[in-house]
């Protein structure tokens, strides 16, 4: 069974950076896509940033600029570095692993991403 596990969530200041991580418990890099998405308190969940097979990445309005996404295939983990973070940034953050290929189309089309981590908070203070 395919895991998703992150890391690296936690409480930080405005203007603060963190750095999440994501590991699969088996090869799925190799896959359509990957992505970040989250949901802040009362909120729908939302695509962050997204990566797929060709390296090809995607981010959503608010945080362009400010989060980059990365791959470590060789440590099978999915990393997304957040800069300048702002109190809205304040969400628990999951990461996600797709097996269709509408995610190259739609990076943050729900439906294609089958495979989900537990999720890690993320709060950003003024």
């Known amino acids: 069974e395919v895991q998703l596990v992150e890391s690296g969530g936690g409480s930080v200041q405005a203007g603060g950076s963190l750095r999440l991580s994501c590991t699969a418990s088996q090869y799925i890099y190799s896959g359509y896509c990957m992505a970040w998405f989250r949901q802040r308190p009362g909120g729908a969940r939302e695509g962050v940033a997204s990566?797929?097979?060709?390296?090809?990445?995607a981010y959503g309005d608010s945080v362009k600029g400010r989060f980059a996404i990365s791959k470590d295939n060789a440590k099978e983990t999915l990393n997304l570095q957040m800069s300048s973070l702002a109190p809205e940034d304040t969400a628990m953050y999951y990461c996600a692993a797709s097996t269709s290929p509408t995610c190259f189309r739609l990076a943050f089309d729900r439906p294609s991403y089958t495979y989900w981590g537990q999720g890690t908070q993320v709060t950003v203070s003024s």
């Open positions: 990566i797929n097979v060709m390296n090809v990445t």
